[in-house]
Each structure stands twice: as structure tokens, then as C-alpha cells.
């Protein structure tokens, strides 16, 4: 691979955005977020648009999306914001002298994935929020390698934007910039006399028993991907014997199996942490097209003997009644906790978990299901693969929509290496 270019790119408007200069502060949705950049890689086999159509294309997006042409910084009392000063997007050009079907092997590319997108920065203060590497094929096709700071937003967000991304490239001169919600402060008014109610330290801001759980060399854990086909998913619905979504059924299913596979004590707990997008519900409701964070977590818990032995439409029931307990209610005391935090001059800041951390008995999930690959077409059709990271954590998992011509989900999971015979022995098993 050789790099052919490094630069800062900048949207070029007529009308500079109402939001140019502005010292937005990080809401209490921004602050919980991990302070980290996630990367994302999306595959798009030749004939793919010249490199200069794809960053003409997102130039034009980029306008409508101002914060990540911005940077993290510090105030006079060493609190982050979002400095949306215009500085740009870093953008790296790559040249790959080797054809993109002899790397990518059923959906995985057989090097290191790291390579494929922009070296995550040491210091995030000061760095560009977006940073993207375009990895150029021998045979035309292109790789697009993500990097994007989750202070400025979540998934949810990163997919209205991915595919203004593509709308532009397809479009060209004829791109109607879209006219997203990014108004923050507004996602996060708390009461006049600010009562949060619930322990939301522990809950957003530590993950809870997180200090508890063992940390082990790397080469312990293993990413497996698992590929579960739509007639997989829908003999799964059946099995359920209710009405439930393709997320909780395989949540429910995963979580029965890697249960299974560690061999647990029956009366030890087992508890799973759900990411929700808040933007419904919170009242009044934040319009879905809000660009920014919004997101908390359920936490559905249960003995590993229930979770083994209870049905699955007893497991999805208390999937179901975790994520239903992220109410109104419970979104207004987190914005109120994060009122009492800035009454008292206090910084929060989430807790990641370190690189090698074991989280069993319990895992992490978060669901991409509703990210709209089939929409992120720069002209020549949809990416044809999704990269996902690497997985440092055991007991975390991404549910993503396959990108096989039939359809269906495909997991991506970090399991221990003692685990993982016994786990993909099981995985198809509806017993």
C-alpha cells in the first residue's frame, strides 16, 4: 500500500452555516458516548467513482453536517466541546497494487484491517472529528475506511450521514444538501429544579461492575463472524411464539448460546448491555434526523439457569422489558444527572473498558440493523462488504445487515479462545 496523499479538506459553501465558529458544549448523551473513534470500512468492487467524485460528493454532505468538520477542545476550565471551526475533514488516498477479490475472502479482507483506515490519533483533543482513507485497487475497486469521534455522534447519526455521502456523489450538482436537527442544547433541557432518580454514575458513566472484570492478554480473545440466513432469522421468529423484532430474537438467541458455551453456574447472573436510541423516546420527542448522540443502555438481567431454561419468547421478554424501561421518564433524570454534574462544575466522563477485558458472565450489544447499507451507493451499487473492527472486548457483539445476495444478519462477536469450539458447535442449534 502507498499513501498518495494526505490532506485537510474543506466544505466550500456560498453561505457560511449558521453553526461556523460556534463553542458547542458536549451534552450529558455526548459525555456518556466513549471518548473514542470508531472506525468503519465499507468494500466497493470495480468499477467504483473516481476518487475525485467520491470527495467531491463529500464536500457537499460535509456542509450540512458542520460538527465533524470541527474539532474536540477545552474551555478555560479544561471541559470538552465541540469547536465547529471549520477546519475540515482529513482525507487519505491510498494506492493498493493488488486486486481487491484476491484480499477480500467471504466478506473479511485477508490483511490487516487497521491499514484500511486512518491511524486512530493518540490525542483526540485537536484532532479532525472525521477522518477517511480512500484504499484504491488495482482493479478499480475501493475501500473506504472510516474513522469518526463518537463525542460528535452516534450511529444512528453516522448513517444519516453516510448516506447524504452517497446521495451526493450519485447526484452531483443536482445534491439537495438535507437540513438535519443539530440543535443539541435541546436534547438535553433539564427540569428547573433538576431530580434525576435513578443511579446513572454507575449505569452511563462506570457500566457498573466493570472494575470486576478480568483483563487477559489479546491473543485469548477471537473475533468470529457469524452469518445467520433470513430463513435462519425467520424459523427463529417462529421458535418465539410472539411478535419480535430480528434484534431481540437473535439477542435472545446469542445470549442463550454464549451462556451455554462458558458453562456458568446456574444461580451466577448473566446481564447484557442494550445501546437505545433515545431520540422517541424521550418528551417531548427529538426528531429522528437529530445529529448528535442520543443513546443510553439497557441492561436485561437474568440467573444463567433462567437464561438456559426458559423459553425463548421468556428471554426476549426480558429483553424487551429492560429496553422498555428506558422510558420518558428515565431520559429525563439522566438529563437532569447531567444538569446537577454542570450545576457543580463536574466533568463526566464514560469509563471504556480496557483492550483484553473479559465482560463474561455478561456481554455488549449493539445493533447496526438499522444502518442503511443499500442506501450508500456512490453510483456504481451498494458496498458489497462491511469491515467491521476488530473486537478488543470478549462478550461484545455487533449485529450488521449481511451484505450476502441472500440476505440475513451477520454477527460479529469477540468470544474467549475456550469458549469458541463450543460456541460454534451450538450457534445453529434452536434446542
Known amino acids: ?158 448513517s444519516m450521514f453516510f448516506t447524504a455521502w452517497a446521495t451526493a456523489v450519485r447526484e452531483g450538482k443536482d445534491f439537495t444538501t438535507p437540513t438535519p436537527f443539530l440543535g443539541r442544547a435541546r436534547t438535553s433541557v433539564p427540569r428547573s429544579t433538576p431530580a434525576p432518580v435513578f443511579d446513572h454514575r454507575s449505569r452511563e458513566f462506570t457500566c457498573g461492575d466493570r472494575d470486576s472484570y478480568a483483563v487477559v492478554p489479546m491473543d485469548r480473545i477471537k473475533n468470529l463472524t457469524v452469518h445467520f440466513t433470513a430463513e435462519f432469522v425467520a424459523d427463529l421468529k417462529a421458535h418465539v411464539g410472539a411478535r419480535c423484532s430480528t434484534f431481540q430474537c437473535l439477542l435472545a438467541h446469542v445470549w442463550k448460546k454464549i451462556t451455554a458455551a462458558r458453562e456458568l453456574k446456574p444461580e451466577e447472573f448473566t446481564k447484557v448491555r442494550v445501546a437505545v436510541n433515545c431520540r422517541g423516546r424521550a418528551n417531548p420527542p427529538v426528531p429522528m434526523d437529530f445529529f448528535g448522540n442520543m443513546v443510553l443502555w439497557a441492561f436485561p438481567r437474568l440467573q444463567v439457569r433462567d437464561v438456559l431454561n426458559s423459553s425463548y419468547g421468556g428471554v426476549v421478554g426480558a429483553i424487551r422489558d429492560a429496553v422498555a424501561r428506558i422510558d420518558d421518564e428515565y431520559v429525563q433524570s439522566f438529563v437532569d444527572f447531567g444538569g446537577v454534574a454542570d450545576a457543580n462544575g463536574e466533568e463526566l466522563v464514560a469509563t471504556a473498558a480496557a483492550a483484553g477485558t473479559m465482560f463474561c458472565p455478561d456481554a455488549e450489544v449493539d445493533s447496526w440493523l438499522g444502518f442503511r447499507f443499500h442506501q450508500l451507493d456512490f453510483g456504481t451499487g451498494a458496498p458489497s462488504a462491511f469491515i467491521p473492527p476488530d473486537l478488543p472486548i470478549e462478550g461484545l457483539m455487533i449485529f450488521v445487515p449481511s451484505r450476502k445476495a441472500n440476505g440475513g444478519v451477520d454477527l460479529f462477536m469477540a468470544v474467549a479462545e475456550e469458549h469458541v469450539a463450543a460456541f460454534e458447535e451450538i450457534i445453529y442449534s434452536l434446542d
Open 1 to 158: 500500500m502507498e499513501i498518495t496523499s494526505s490532506t485537510m479538506v474543506k466544505p466550500v459553501c456560498s453561505v457560511p452555516h449558521p453553526l461556523d465558529g460556534e463553542k458547542v458544549p458536549l451534552t450529558v448523551f455526548d459525555r456518556a458516548a466513549a471518548d473514542a473513534f470508531i472506525p468503519t470500512v465499507l468494500v466497493y468492487p470495480g468499477p467504483a467513482p473516481s476518487n475525485e467524485a467520491v470527495k467531491e460528493g463529500l464536500l457537499r454532505a460535509i456542509a450540512a453536517y458542520p460538527h465533524l468538520a470541527g474539532q474536540l477542545a477545552l474551555d478555560d476550565h479544561g471541559r470538552r466541546f465541540l469547536h465547529v471551526n471549520n477546519e475540515g475533514v482529513l482525507l487519505i488516498e491510498a494506492a493498493v497494487p493488488v486486486d481487491l477479490a484476491d484480499v477480500l475472502v467471504d466478506g473479511r479482507m485477508a490483511g490487516d484491517a487497521e491499514d484500511l483506515y486512518p491511524t486512530i490519533p493518540e490525542e483526540n483533543i485537536g484532532a479532525a472529528l472525521l477522518q477517511i482513507q480512500l484504499n484504491r485497487y488495482r482493479c478499480g475497486g475501493l475501500v473506504v475506511g472510516i474513522c469518526s469521534h463518537h463525542h460528535a455522534a452516534d450511529g444512528h447519526s453516522m
